[in-house]
């Protein structure tokens, strides 16, 4: 079993940018797909991008222009990297193991904010 740790979230200024990290516990983090998921306040968590255990990523058409993903296996995590980030981007992120879901954690707060 897979355990993820968000972190890298922080208040940024419009047009900034953030790396987020999905960091894993478990031998097993190298052949499964993690996938980004955020929160905006007030609203439903969305899917944000995927990288399967092969390091393609798949990002969403939403932030597609702005935003890419990426891992390091031996360091067991995986990365968000946004940029040109934009007030609607504020939200609680998380990361999770795709396609089977595990525990959620407690996400990175990103806030873009002048």
């Known amino acids: 079993q897979v355990q993820l740790v968000e972190s890298g979230g922080g208040l940024v200024q419009p047009g900034g940018s953030l790396r987020l990290s999905c960091t894993a516990s478990?031998?097993?983090?190298?052949?499964?797909?993690i996938a980004w998921y955020r929160q905006p306040p007030g609203k439903q968590r969305v899917y944000v991008a995927i990288v399967d255990s092969g390091g393609s990523a798949n990002i969403a058409n939403s932030v597609k222009d702005r935003f890419t993903a990426s891992r390091d296996n031996a360091k067991n995590t995986v990365y968000l990297q946004m940029n040109n980030l934009k007030p609607d981007d504020t939200a609680v992120y998380y990361c999770?193991?795709?396609?089977?879901?595990?525990?959620w954690g407690q996400g990175t707060q990103v806030t873009v904010s002048s």
């Open positions: 478990g031998s097993m983090f190298g052949s499964i797909s």
């Open positions: 999770n193991t795709f396609p089977d879901l595990g525990t």
